[in-house]
C-alpha cells in the first residue's frame, strides 16, 4: 500500500498541505509518472458525452463540402484559408489581426470568468488524452494500480502482450488523428489521393503523415500531460488571467479544514469535512493535489470533483467540498458578480466583433488595385494623343472562374490591356498592366482625374478613380 501511495504522489505525512516541486518531476530532475484512477461520476458521464460529439465534429468537418468547396481549409504552405466555405487569403491580412485580436481578448475574457473550463472540456490534448488514449490504456492495462504492477514486474509474455498491443493501437489511432489533421491542411480531395495513389507520386504528403502520426504517437503515449504543463503557452498564462472571482475548480477549504481521517468512537466534531481520504488526488491526471489552492497543472477535468462527489455521498455529507467556486466566493462567501475586470473586457470584445462583423459584411469577391506605374510620366504618341501606363492588381477571392473587362468611364480615350485578356481563375492573383490614350484636347490640366470601369463580362464590379497626368498645356493652346 505504501509503494501504491508514493506512486500516487499521495505527499508524505508532514508534508500533506504544499507542495514545492512539480508534481511530474522527482527531486532528482527525473520524469515521475503519473497512473490517475479512472474517474467516475457525473461530470466525467457528461465530459464523455461532450468529448464525442467535439470528436465527431472534429473527424467529419473536412468531408463537408458547401458547393463543392471544403467547409473548412486551413492551407499554411499556400495562404489559402476557408472558414465557414468563404475564402480568406493574405490580402485578408486585417481581418486575420483583427480575428486574432477578438480570439485573445475572448480568451482572457472568458479565462478571467469561468477559469481553464475550455482545458477541461474542449481542448483536444485534454480530449485525446483523458477519452481516447487514457481509456485505451484502462480497457488494455487495467486501472491505476494494475498498471503499476503491470510496470514493475519484470518483462513476460503477458507483459509484452499487454504493452506491444496497446502501443500499436495508439500508433494506430496517431496515425489517424495525423490523417484527418492533414485534411485540414491540404483539404480532403488531396489527402485521398495521397492514400489512393501510388506512394511515389506523393513523398512529401507521406513524410508529412508519418512525421506528424510520430509526434502525436509521443505525445499521447509518453508526453501526455507535459503538453499542459509545461508547452501549453495558455497554461502558463493563468497566473495572470486568474484572479479571486474567477470561476475554477476550488476545494472549499473553509467547509473542508481542518482535515482530518475518520477515526471510529473518537469526537471529530473540530474536524472540517475533508476525511483526507486522497481520492482526489489519486485521480488527478496531472498529479496534483486541489486542495493546496489553484495550480497551474491543473486542466479543469473535474475528476476531482466526482471523487470527492463520492466521498462526500458516502459520509453523507454535502457535496461539492470540490466544486466549481470563486476563490472570493469560497472565503468570502459573496455571489459572483461581473468584476469591473469583465466588463471593461466585454466592452472591447463587443467593440472588436462589430468592427470584424461590419468588415466581413462589406467585404467584396474581388480585391483589387490600379496604380499609375511608378517611375514613368506621361508618353506622347502621334495625333496629339498622350499614353498612361497603369499597373492591375486583381484578386479573385470567389470559387468561380471570371473574365475581367476594362472600360473607361469617364472621359473619351482608349484602353488597351498589354498582353492577353484576363480570365482569372478561382482565388488566383492576376498583375496586370494597361495604357490609357487620351487626345490633348480632352486634357485641361497636368492632372486629370479618370474613371477606370472593372467588369465581369458586361457586369461592373467596381469603379475605380486615379490619375492621368500630361504635359502642361501652354496659355496659347488652352
Ligand atoms: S486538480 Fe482536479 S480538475 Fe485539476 S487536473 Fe487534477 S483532477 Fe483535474
Ligand atoms: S476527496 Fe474530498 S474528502 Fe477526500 S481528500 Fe479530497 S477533498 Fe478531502
Not at 470568468?113 to 483523458?130: D, K, L, N
Amino acid at each position: 500500500m505504501s509503494e501504491y501511495k508514493a506512486e500516487l504522489l499521495i505527499p508524505d505525512e508532514e508534508n500533506q498541505s504544499f507542495r514545492n516541486e512539480l508534481a511530474t518531476v522527482t527531486e532528482e530532475g527525473k520524469r515521475r509518472w503519473i497512473y490517475p484512477k479512472k474517474p467516475s461520476g457525473r461530470f466525467y458521464n457528461a465530459r464523455n458525452i461532450i468529448s464525442a460529439i467535439l470528436l465527431l465534429i472534429l473527424v467529419v468537418t473536412p468531408f463537408i463540402k458547401i458547393n463543392n468547396r471544403p467547409l473548412m481549409l486551413f492551407d499554411f504552405l499556400n495562404r489559402k484559408f476557408i472558414l465557414f466555405g468563404i475564402y480568406f487569403g493574405p490580402h485578408d491580412f486585417h481581418l486575420f489581426v483583427i480575428a486574432m485580436i477578438a480570439t485573445i481578448v475572448f480568451i482572457i475574457l472568458f479565462t478571467a470568468i469561468f477559469g481553464r473550463v475550455f482545458c477541461g472540456w474542449a481542448c483536444p490534448q485534454t480530449i485525446f488524452m483523458e477519452m481516447v488514449f487514457r481509456k485505451i490504456e484502462y480497457w488494455i492495462e487495467g486501472n491505476a494500480r494494475d498498471q503499476i504492477k503491470l510496470n514493475t514486474q519484470p518483462m513476460n509474455a503477458n507483459k509484452f502482450s499487454k504493452k506491444f498491443i496497446k502501443h500499436l493501437v495508439f500508433f494506430g489511432i496517431a496515425f489517424f488523428i495525423s490523417n484527418i489533421f492533414l485534411a485540414y491542411i491540404i483539404g480532403m480531395d488531396e489527402l485521398i489521393k495521397i492514400i489512393t495513389d501510388r506512394p511515389s507520386e506523393h513523398v512529401q504528403g507521406l513524410i508529412a503523415i508519418t512525421i506528424f502520426s510520430g509526434v502525436f504517437y509521443f505525445i499521447f503515449s509518453s508526453f501526455r500531460e507535459q503538453v499542459c504543463t509545461i508547452v501549453c503557452p495558455y497554461g502558463r498564462l493563468q497566473g495572470v488571467l486568474l484572479d479571486r472571482d474567477s470561476i475554477v475548480i476550488a476545494y472549499d477549504n473553509v467547509r473542508g479544514e481542518p482535515r482530518g481521517k475518520i477515526i471510529k468512537d473518537e469526537d471529530q466534531s473540530h474536524l472540517g469535512d475533508c476525511i483526507d481520504c486522497y481520492q482526489c488526488v489519486v485521480v488527478c491526471p496531472t498529479g496534483i493535489d486541489i486542495r493546496n489552492g489553484i495550480q497551474l497543472e491543473c486542466v479543469n477535468c473535474t475528476a476531482c470533483i466526482d471523487a470527492c462527489d463520492d466521498i462526500m455521498d458516502k459520509i453523507k455529507k454535502p457535496r461539492g467540498l470540490i466544486r466549481y467556486a470563486s476563490t472570493n466566493s469560497i472565503e468570502k462567501k459573496t455571489k459572483w458578480t461581473l468584476t469591473p475586470r469583465a466588463i471593461s473586457y466585454s466592452l472591447l470584445l463587443t467593440v472588436l466583433l462589430g468592427v470584424l462583423t461590419f468588415l466581413l459584411l462589406n467585404r467584396s469577391d474581388f480585391s483589387i488595385n490600379v496604380l499609375r506605374t511608378p517611375g514613368l510620366l506621361f508618353q506622347e504618341q502621334p495625333d496629339d494623343i498622350v499614353s498612361n501606363i497603369y499597373d492591375l492588381n486583381i484578386v479573385n477571392k470567389s470559387f468561380d472562374e471570371i473574365p475581367i473587362a476594362l472600360r473607361l468611364e469617364n472621359i473619351q480615350g482608349e484602353l488597351k490591356l498589354i498582353g492577353k485578356e484576363i480570365i482569372m481563375k478561382p482565388q488566383e492573383i492576376v498583375d496586370a498592366k494597361f495604357l490609357v490614350l487620351l487626345s490633348k484636347n480632352e486634357l485641361l490640366k497636368m492632372n486629370t482625374p479618370i474613371d477606370i470601369g472593372i467588369y465581369n463580362k458586361d457586369k461592373l464590379i467596381t469603379k475605380i478613380t486615379t490619375s492621368f497626368l500630361a504635359p502642361m498645356r501652354k496659355k496659347a493652346e488652352k
